[in-house]
């Protein structure tokens, strides 16, 4: 399934997906029995005698899903399926693509969007200018990071009087940083590190209306391990 739509949009659902099957050496009840099954699959059963070009961008999407399942492959490339869809194909999708898994398929995913690797990935390989630096489980990558924690402060006055450098000191406390208004902590643990925080900034009079904590996740992963340039090549 590639990155940019492979599909005839003068043609219909199902003119289209008969192109596909013929491709895929599948003709008569077979490849009405995969054309039937895959349009089910994706939600376009009823739509099937519609030309492409009146399809949405997220209806091409899951035809263009729909076509490459007919030969019912063991293995599947997807590259970046979700791209430019709306939130209920996208969901839609990602349905399709769990069931699969269910059934013992083999998805290689492409993707920018984080959440859906930790969605539905088993193992995750990140690449930076075109080389792998981890190759891991979800709860591997995780273990890479010096922190798993990171607690939120919203300080009343500012970074005023704020030393990082002595809070980065004290026990537990792996990272500081102040940027729009919030003081980023990471923690190891929360149980010990957050009360520890809390009680180092009233001793120091910084006043704080809102503490949040959040886990490290696989965006935090990436750009611990990329870091935070941009990319445009």
């Known amino acids: 399934m590639p990155q940019d739509l492979a599909l005839f949009d003068e043609l219909t659902a199902e003119a289209n997906l008969q192109l596909f099957a013929a ?14 099954e895959t349009l089910e699959l994706v939600g376009l059963a009823d739509r099937a005698h519609d030309r492409v070009k009146d399809y949405s961008g997220g209806m091409k999407r899951r035809l263009n899903l729909a076509a490459a399942l ?5 293995i599947l490339l997807l590259d970046e399926p979700t791209v430019g869809v709306d939130p209920q194909s996208r969901n839609a999708i990602f349905d399709n693509l769990e069931i699969l898994k269910g059934r013992g398929k083999t998805l290689l995913y492409t993707t920018h969007y984080m959440e859906e690797a930790e969605r539905l990935c088993d193992r995750v390989i990140i690449m930076d200018h075109g080389k792998v630096v981890a190759n891991d489980t979800l709860q591997g990558l995780y273990r890479m990071l010096p922190v798993t924690n990171l ?6 006055n500012g970074q005023d009087g704020l030393r ?15 940027e729009a208004g919030t003081l980023r902590v990471g923690v ?4 010990t590190g957050a009360p520890r925080l809390l ?5 120091r009079g910084h ?15 990436f750009l611990t391990l990329t870091g ?4 445009d090549s």
């Open 23 to 36: 491709l895929y050496d599948l003709d008569g009840g077979a490849a009405k029995r995969a054309i039937g």
């Open 70 to 74: 007919l030969h019912d492959p063991q």
């Open 151 to 156: 607690l939120s402060v919203e300080l009343d």
């Open 164 to 178: 990082l450098d002595e809070l980065q000191a004290l026990p537990g406390i792996h990272s500081a940083r102040f």
């Open 188 to 191: 190891q643990d929360v149980a």
């Open 199 to 203: 009680q180092w900034l009233l001793e």
């Open 207 to 221: 006043l704080y209306h809102h503490v949040a904590s959040e886990r490290a996740n696989l965006e935090t992963v």
């Open 228 to 231: 935070r340039s941009l990319r």
